[in-house]
């Protein structure tokens, strides 16, 4: 499997072609100048059973902007002749998969560069013919695990590859100013059990909540507030005589998120 990351890892997620094609790529470049591990690419979908309001909102714009599953696969080549080199996971929902033809997305997501696929809505129990294609086109198919897992988290994680994607708490995504009391023990039991990195995403969304993630985990996950930054200067990204401005200041709150991932741990 092409996927070797090394910890702790900074993922950052943001919806393709929100709020247009040329910026997401724009955006993806800021990322990785910012300290992005890997990139957590969204295709955005109508029925997001996992996505919260803020999320959904930008899926709703790229959908108005005319962005599909292929285009957003092809996006990847895009952002790769531009010049993004960290690895891209596509976060996407198992429906437009099944449309598009499990052979035809994985043979499109290799030709583009795709690192990983993400699908939240695709039990483990159920993903058997999806990992054997994803072993065939070494696309690792990412695995999640969630608080009410228990009993299967073993199962999960000894199947991971690439790195195992811990859901911080029950509900959709979205800012959360609090995480579970019992987050950390949730995610010492899955360390416990995982030969990859152990990721937690949902809700991370300040440096503090990353400062004190890093000493119980491997890496954060962080989608809905680098997404709420990115609407609050869809404005100024789609005019051309200030994008360059917005990137920067996009940039400079995703580094002060990963900040604290690059400092000493006083635990680990």
């Known amino acids: ?53 803020t999320i959904q909102r930008a899926a709703a714009r790229a959908l108005d902007g005319g962005m599909t599953l292929p285009k ?46 993400l699908i939240p809505d695709l039990p483990f129990e159920e993903s058997g013919p999806l990992r054997e294609l994803s072993e065939r086109f070494d696309i690792p198919l990412i695995s999640l695990v969630a608080p009410t897992s228990k009993q299967r988290i073993e199962r999960i994680a000894s199947a991971a590859q690439g790195f195992l994607y ?46 004190m993630l890093k000493e119980v985990c491997d890496g954060v996950v962080v989608g809905s507030a680098l997404v709420q930054k990115v609407e609050q200067l869809a404005p100024r990204l789609q005019a051309l005589d200030e994008r360059g401005a917005a990137v920067a200041e996009f940039a400079a709150y995703a580094r002060s998120l990963a900040a604290p991932l690059r400092e000493p741990c006083s635990s680990r």
């Open 1 to 53: 499997m092409p996927l070797s990351v090394n910890p702790p890892l900074f993922i950052p997620f943001i919806v393709a072609g929100d709020p247009t094609p040329a910026v997401t790529i724009d955006l993806a470049l800021a990322l990785e100048e910012a300290g992005a591990d890997i990139l957590e690419l969204g295709v955005p979908y109508s029925d997001p059973l996992a996505d919260g309001p």
């Open 72 to 117: 957003a696969i092809q996006l990847i080549g895009e952002m790769r002749k531009k010049g993004v080199n960290i690895p891209i996971i596509l976060f996407t929902y198992y429906n437009p998969v099944l449309q598009l033809g499990e052979e035809s997305f994985f043979a499109l997501a290799q030709e583009n560069g795709a690192d990983g696929v």
């Open 166 to 211: 811990c859901v911080s708490s029950l509900g959709v995504t979205g800012v959360r100013e609090t995480l579970p009391e019992t987050l950390g023990d949730f995610l010492r039991e899955v360390k416990r059990h995982s030969r990859v990195p152990v990721a937690v995403g949902f809700g991370v969304s300040a440096p503090e909540q990353v400062a």
